[in-house]
């Protein structure tokens, strides 16, 4: 081996040895400074907090105006009110308390819980059948809307 080609040989592992993780112990490590993060500078800026390169306008370039939205929305959400109280006094002059209206609903609950039983039953009948579900409810006398 001459000077040239040792020469390239310390160049090449001097490389591998920058560009490789240094060992916790005893590893060789780069001179201090050598790889940094950030380009070389002297300024300061390199190290300052983070800019958006968006620029946003303190002030608007056009005015805004706000009040008419806003008392337009107030106006529908008392007419909404208005509609709320006036079928709650309906439920109210039919005699039907909150009592039965629960009553109401957990029945239907009771009803969709017994309905998607009988559906499940008859997708499973008819994949015993070999059959479309749709033709099973035509055997059946039954409505799709059913």
């Known amino acids: 081996m001459d000077l040239t080609e040792s020469r390239e040989f310390d160049s090449k592992i001097s490389n591998a040895m920058l560009k490789s993780t240094p060992k916790k112990s005893g590893g060789h490590l780069p001179v201090r400074g050598a790889l940094r993060r950030s380009p070389f500078s ?5 190290y ?11 002030t608007p370039t056009c005015p805004i ?19 709320l109280d006036f079928e709650i006094a309906q439920f109210e002059s039919n005699a039907m308390g909150i ?9 239907l609950h ?17 994949v015993v059948r070999g059959m479309t579900t749709r033709d099973l409810y035509a055997h059946f006398g039954l409505e799709l809307d059913d």
Request: hydrophobic share 30%.
């Open 65 to 83: 105006v706000v009040q008419p939205s806003l008392e337009k929305e107030i106006e529908e959400l008392k007419r909404k009110r208005k509609e």
């Open 42 to 46: 002297r300024s300061q800026k390199v």
């Open 99 to 107: 009592h039965e209206l629960e009553q109401h609903i957990d029945l």
């Open 48 to 58: 300052s907090s983070f800019k958006s390169p968006v620029q946003t306008l303190s």
């Open 110 to 126: 009771e009803y969709n819980d017994i309905k998607d039983m009988g559906q499940t039953l008859l997708g499973r009948l008819a």
